[in-house]
């Protein structure tokens, strides 16, 4: 990384952070949350309103995901000379507009296009929130927050994806959650400028060249935190878009049921992923990576690869939600301990890349697999689960691997 300054790169003013910014960076983070999942229970309303079939919906939620990954490959060579208030602001506002230009779209095509570019926000999004995070609280309670914020996709299974199909029912139609969350993003502006302090993090001037980026990104501890991230998602986007069509078709579960699922394992997350990073403050990441692996292996073969009675269907589906999440949070907060305070919001956005990018890869592989039985099931989900689990064994590994790399790394003076 050049600079036109050698000046070593301040941490976050510990008058700033408080309580209130850490539940600040929460919203925000639930909010992003809702944008990256609110077309899962509004696409057959989407579809059925802008005239297209409802299998072609899922595409305002891949374009999304892929548009994240792209936005955080370009967020790393042009956030780092920012202010992290600066890379936050503009992230939440072109994610506002953009999520406004979806509720408004005319037709389908408009509708791709402005979920494509909200989703280019998406991914600097969520690295300056983490960025910010980190650099908020001690070193030992990174892993507390980190998991509070990755805890933030529970509540929105709880209480944001409930919400949005609602007001739907209530408001008429899918557009009025997607305005009323571009509303929200927008709102978030306000209090992001009067709680965050011009400068907090990296100083102005510091530059990303593609050289540097690549230095970075060829570091061993960075290929290990970017494998860590990149293995977690891909992980996740094996199961759980499939999981509705797997509970309906071959556990027996009701419409009713496959509520209860989700809001199980959405209220599961909240103390899961707040358990988990409690583990790695506490005790370490090792310990924790391996509880997950253990417990997550033990969900999965009880759900998908042994004859499962319909009477445990929704708490053990529920509770595999939940261990996604927790498998998450020690990824993300693994690959926090990575970069150096300059490179942090770079990394960061290599971060979200590899998440996207994972996640996007593992919803392909999952499709390449399946096929659809002839009576409404699926077949191959007791495959993705096997994967799952031989990817939730590797993360301890990993972990291993980058506490090594991380310990021979020479400090920084």
């Known amino acids: 990384m050049s600079r036109r300054k050698s000046q070593e790169e301040p941490p976050v003013r510990r008058a700033s952070a408080g309580v209130a910014v850490i ?58 000379r920012w202010s992290r208030r600066g890379a936050l602001m503009a992230s939440l506002g072109g994610l506002g507009l953009g999520m406004l230009a979806a509720g408004l779209a005319p037709d389908f095509r408009w509708l791709l296009l402005a979920r494509f570019l909200s989703g280019l926000c998406a991914g600097p999004l969520m690295a300056a929130v983490v960025t910010i995070a980190a650099e908020a609280v001690s070193e030992d309670r990174r892993g507390r927050v980190v998991s509070a914020i990755v805890g933030s996709y529970g509540l929105a299974l709880v209480l944001g994806l409930p919400f949005a199909l609602l007001l739907s029912a209530s408001a008429g139609g899918w557009r009025i959650p997607v305005l009323t969350l571009g509303a929200a993003y927008l709102l978030l502006l306000l209090p992001v400028w009067r709680m965050l302090p011009p400068a907090t993090g990296a100083a102005a001037g510091l530059r990303v060249t593609p050289a540097s980026l690549l230095r970075l990104l060829l570091r061993g501890e960075s290929l290990t935190g970017l494998a860590l991230i990149a293995a977690a998602s891909f992980a996740s986007l094996l199961l759980a878009p499939n999981l509705s069509a797997f509970a309906l078709g071959n556990a027996g579960v009701s419409e009713a049921g496959l509520r209860g699922i989700y809001l199980l394992g959405g209220a599961a997350a909240l103390v899961t992923t707040r358990v988990t990073g409690w583990v790695m403050d506490r005790i370490g990441t090792l310990q924790a990576s391996l509880t997950v692996a253990v ?68 919803s392909a592989c999952s499709t390449l697999v399946l096929r659809e039985t002839p009576g409404g099931g699926l077949w191959g989900m007791g495959w993705l689960a096997g994967l799952s689990i031989a990817l939730a064994w590797l993360a301890p590994l990993l972990v291993v691997l980058l506490d090594r790399q991380l310990r021979a790394r020479e400090p920084v003076h």
């Open 23 to 80: 539940a600040l960076l929460g919203a925000i983070a639930f909010v992003n949350a809702m944008g990256a999942t609110i077309v899962f229970p509004l696409g057959p309303f989407l579809a059925r309103d802008l005239g297209v079939p409802l299998q072609e919906a899922a595409l305002a939620s891949t374009l999304y995901t892929a548009a994240a990954g792209i936005g955080g490959l370009a967020g790393a060579l042009f956030l780092g």
């Open 295 to 362: 417990v997550l292996s033990l969900l999965l073969v009880a759900s998908f690869l042994l004859p499962m009675p319909a009477v445990a269907a929704v708490p053990l589906l529920g509770l595999v939600l939940a261990a996604q999440l927790a498998r998450s949070t020690v990824a993300q907060a693994s690959a926090v301990r990575v970069a150096q305070p300059a490179e942090r919001m770079t990394y960061q956005c290599l971060v979200a890349a590899a998440t996207s990018l994972g996640q996007a890869g593992g």
